[in-house]
């Protein structure tokens, strides 16, 4: 197994980044919030799961170890391969799956896009003596990543817009989420530190829009649509 990749990150797409390790460019698939957080340059570490099929070897990165391992138990799932099991640790935080679970939140389950109101259930009968109940404590203690993912200007929506196609959403919907959460990110970009509309903050001292505080928000209002 590989648990971990440290290195030089030498480009980010819209559900890979590229880390240069030791001369080596290992791609790693990771969540579009996990890639908003790299920088092209930058150093980070990235605790990572190496997915073996008999045609391919994937490598899935983390914002922690915790994220890692909620990845690896949701692939205990009927149905649930690495691939929805990204997607559903996009759409929510490893607690919020927890207590989704925990206490048969469907409604939260169906939000991820792939997953049914069948799928939901299965996810919930096999998953509740599995998952645990929720850690608790701040969103994203124990990160490894090095910097917080702000955007300048409008850069934030071709990450956003990126993060929603690859996630399925169509163009359209993407769009529209877009149009929802700019007040948001106009906020942020003023750096007066205020609450948006769906409760983020700027991050840093403010002054530039939080890729996945927008993100999250985003899935939200196409949640409710």
Same mark, same amino acid.
């Given at each position: ?34 890639l ?12 990572t ?19 890692r ?55 919930v ?7 645990g +109940?929720?850690? #608790?404590?701040?969103?994203?203690? $124990? %990160?490894?990543?090095?910097?917080? !993912?702000? @955007? &300048?200007g409008? *850069? ?10 690859g ?22 970009? +003023?750096?007066? #530190?205020?609450?948006?509309a769906? $409760? %983020?903050?700027?991050?840093?001292? !403010?002054? @530039? &829009?939080?890729v *996945? ?13």
């Amino acid at each position: 197994m590989i648990a971990f990749v440290r290195g030089t990150i030498a480009s980010v797409g819209l559900d890979t980044a590229v880390v240069e390790v030791g001369g080596v460019g290992m791609e790693v698939r990771a969540a579009p919030a996990t890639l908003a957080e790299l920088r092209v340059g930058a150093t980070a570490k990235l605790p990572t799961s190496l997915v073996v099929r008999e045609d391919s070897l994937t490598l899935y990165g983390f914002a922690d170890d915790d994220e890692r391992a909620v990845f690896e138990l949701l692939q205990t799932a009927s149905g649930v391969g690495p691939r929805l099991a990204q997607a559903m640790l996009a759409v929510h935080r490893p607690d919020e799956l927890r207590r989704a679970v925990a206490t048969e939140d469907l409604t939260a389950l169906t939000k991820v896009p792939g997953i049914g109101r069948k799928g939901a259930q299965r996810i919930v009968l096999e998953l509740k003596d599995r998952l645990g +109940a929720p850690i #608790g404590g701040s969103a994203g203690a $124990g %990160a490894a990543l090095p910097v917080a !993912g702000v @955007a &300048p200007g409008a *850069a934030w929506r071709d990450q956003v817009r990126g993060a929603l196609l690859g996630l399925g959403w169509s163009a359209r919907e993407a769009e529209s989420a877009l149009d929802a959460v700019a007040p948001m990110a106009e906020e942020m970009a +003023a750096g007066n #530190g205020a609450d948006g509309a769906n $409760g %983020a903050k700027p991050t840093n001292g !403010g002054g @530039a &829009p939080d890729v *996945a505080a927008l993100l999250r928000a985003a899935l939200r209002t196409l949640s409710r649509a």
